[in-house]
């Protein structure tokens, strides 16, 4: 079992994904990654179906997810923004992996190590960062760090997009620009919209995977504090 489960809520290779396989690809460990694109997550339905056992009983593609964050040591979980909060893939995942994991004193998620991987086609970020520590805390969860970019508005890519006057397009150029790659806001094109920024702003993946490598070395210290623990015959 991998030790560091990333999980995606956004499209399926697009903007979140690739935030989350930075910041995996810095910790430089065996990593899984898991996208919720396709899957089918409900919401919590507040039956309490999971209330003796801690485990969801609707039948669809959530479980199984949830098991792999159960034998990890630390999740690295990327959402988008959707009408100023996480969307709803994350929130329905999150829901019913807290609700779930929370009954009777037990807490499956507890102690595990968590980095949120934001992003929003504005950089209205906030939202999905306090939507995800909410969880986090909930879930007993620690809070190794965060980061938040700018992601592409679908409408870059709908086929209508560069005259739609209520689309993301448009927050960003004038009516009738055409469509070119270089237009379009990625992990390592940020705000191609200013021309003057610099590269660090501009590409964000180094930072990304410096985020990875401090998940990284918290894992490691902790690991070691934890064999010091065992070595002197003290439960931790
Ligand atoms: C239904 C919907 C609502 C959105 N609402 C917002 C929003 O309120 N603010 C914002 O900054 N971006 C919004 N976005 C843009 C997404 O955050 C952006 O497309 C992001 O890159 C999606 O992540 P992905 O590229 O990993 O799929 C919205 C996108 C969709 C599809």
């Not at 030790?3 to 979140?16: L, P, Q």
């Not at 997810?65 to 329905?92: E, H, S, T």
């Not at 980095?115 to 805390?137: C, H, M, Q, S, W």
Request: with cysteine.
């Amino acid at each position: 079992m991998a030790r560091i489960v990333g999980i995606s809520a956004g499209r399926d290779g697009k903007v979140t994904e690739s935030l989350v396989k930075a910041i995996l690809e810095g910790t430089g460990e065996e990593c899984e990654f898991i996208s919720l694109s396709g899957k089918l997550i409900r919401p919590c339905e507040a039956c309490n179906g999971c209330a003796k056992d801690n485990r969801c009983v609707l039948e669809d593609d959530f479980q199984p997810v949830l098991d792999r964050c159960y034998g990890a040591d630390a999740i690295v979980f990327g959402a988008p923004n959707y009408w100023d909060r996480m969307n709803a893939k994350g929130q329905a995942f999150w829901e019913r992996a807290c609700f779930s994991g929370r009954h009777n004193s037990v807490f499956p998620l507890e102690g595990k190590l968590g980095v949120i991987a934001a992003v929003a086609g504005t950089d209205y970020n906030e939202p999905v960062i306090r939507d995800l520590k909410t969880y986090f805390d909930d879930a007993r969860m620690h809070l190794v760090g965060e980061i938040a970019i700018q992601g592409e508005y679908a409408c870059f890519t709908c086929g209508y997009g560069n005259h739609c006057p209520v689309g993301g397009f448009v927050e960003m150029y004038p009516l009738g620009t055409p469509v070119r790659p270089q237009l379009l806001p990625s992990l390592t094109n940020q705000h191609p919209d200013k021309p003057d920024l610099p590269e660090a702003e501009r590409n964000r993946s180094n930072e990304a995977r410096e985020l990875g490598k401090t998940l990284s070395k918290v894992l490691r210290i902790r690991k070691k504090k934890l064999e010091n623990f065992a070595a002197a015959g003290v439960e931790s």
